[in-house]
């Protein structure tokens, strides 16, 4: 079965450092993964997804088959990047169906 | 565009009480998912659609029930309310076609606790 595994409930890190968020997956198929974001008081919204290989508010995510991995990474966190994070995988073909992670909170001090 | 909405924002029920969730969006996808949501997990699906009269169950159905009478709105029905559907609700919309899927677009979410 499906299954998407963030391990850290909570990140904290300073102004200027580095930010990985880990993120791993079990899918028998092709996989098609994603980054959603929830800053507060704001609803859930994509901030990138892994076939468009962009980057986003200077956010990038590779997906690693061999590792089965789909790590969001920031070279320099920035305060407004404080928010929760949830990798998604989509499933059941065109039904477009998710399965998300449980999710990780960013918390960038000054 | 409003986009998604729902209704209420917050509700409490009573074991045994029964309430609809709203959910409407306005840009006429044909896609549209129910989540909850339990504290320090993930979102878990409840039903989707894939269009005006056709609806499926995910992964945690049992105890809710769904129509989509039109494409811009799904309401999610609880029949029997019990303390394990205390959770937040999230409604979303996408588009799709035979040659491409587009990302999910979410609604502010439902608070609703059991008691």
């Known amino acids: 079965a499906q299954r998407v595994t963030q391990p850290e409930k909570l990140l904290s890190v300073f102004k200027g450092a580095p930010v990985e968020l880990k993120c791993n997956y079990s899918?028998?198929?092709?996989?098609?993964l994603f980054w959603y974001v929830q800053y507060s008081r704001q609803r859930l919204q994509l901030l990138l997804r892994?076939?468009s290989r962009e980057s986003i508010k200077g956010f990038t995510a590779d997906l690693n088959k061999g590792e089965t991995s789909f790590h969001l990474k920031k070279p320099f966190a920035q305060e407004e990047d404080s928010a929760m994070y949830y990798c998604?995988?989509?499933?059941?073909?065109?039904?477009?169906?998710?399965?998300f992670g449980t999710g990780t909170l960013l918390a960038v001090q000054p | 565009n409003a986009g998604v909405t729902q209704t209420p924002k917050f509700r409490i029920l009573k074991i045994g009480q029964s309430m609809t969730l709203q959910c409407t969006q306005d840009?006429?996808?044909?896609?549209m998912y129910w989540y909850r949501q339990d504290p320090g997990m993930g979102l878990k699906l409840i039903y989707y659609?894939?269009?005006?009269?056709?609806?499926d169950k995910g992964e945690v159905p049992n105890g809710y029930n769904v129509s989509r009478s039109t494409t811009e709105d799904f309401p999610l029905r609880l029949e029997l309310a019990a303390p394990s559907q205390t959770s937040v609700y999230f409604c979303?919309?996408?588009?799709?076609?035979?040659?491409?899927?587009?990302?999910?677009?979410f609604g502010p979410g439902t608070r609703l606790t059991v008691t």
């Open positions: 840009m006429n996808h044909n896609y």
């Open positions: 998604a995988l989509r499933y059941g073909g065109a039904t477009n169906k998710l399965i």
């Open positions: 899918y028998s198929g092709s996989p098609e």
């Open positions: 892994h076939i």
């Open positions: 979303a919309s996408s588009y799709s076609t035979p040659l491409a899927t587009y990302e999910q677009y």
């Open positions: 659609s894939v269009g005006a009269g056709i609806t």
